[in-house]
């Protein structure tokens, strides 16, 4: 049986996010956003860490088991392409936990360490 990818596109996950999270390198930052999504749906911490960004990155991460990540909904980006250095993906992800309903809003920065895009912060946490 194929699982279908939570983040949205409709691919089978290893066809879709799966690959970023065996370790291929994500073409855009919307495609390494839709990634990251995917890894807290599934629990994949080792993702998360991986693809972000050294200077912001936690030492740990511990992801709450009893968070349901139900839906990706991308509003907007900007830049991030294979031939941007840096982009924006805005984003709302919709969760259940304890029974409610929540929704995650955050503009996103991303950019490249490596050659690799990697998750930089909330646009709005940014430093000048």
Same mark, same amino acid.
């Given at each position: 049986m194929t699982t279908t990818c939570p983040c949205g596109w409709g691919e089978p996950l290893e066809r879709c996010c799966g690959r970023y999270l065996a370790g291929e390198p994500a073409p855009t930052a919307e495609a390494l956003m839709r990634s990251r999504y995917t890894a807290f749906a599934l629990g994949d911490a080792g993702h998360l860490l991986r693809s972000w960004? !050294?200077?912001?990155?936690?030492?740990?991460?511990?992801?709450? !088991?009893g968070v349901q990540w139900r839906r990706l909904v991308v509003l907007g980006s900007t830049a991030g392409s294979p031939f941007d250095d840096t982009g924006t993906v805005e984003f709302e992800a919709h969760y259940r936990?304890?029974?409610?309903?929540?929704?995650?809003?955050?503009?996103?920065?991303?950019?490249r360490v490596g050659g690799r895009w990697v998750y930089e912060g909330p646009v709005d946490n940014q430093v000048a």
């Open positions: 960004h !050294p200077r912001t990155r936690p030492a740990d991460l511990d992801l709450d !088991p936990q304890d029974g409610r309903r929540g929704v995650q809003r955050e503009d996103s920065l991303f950019g």
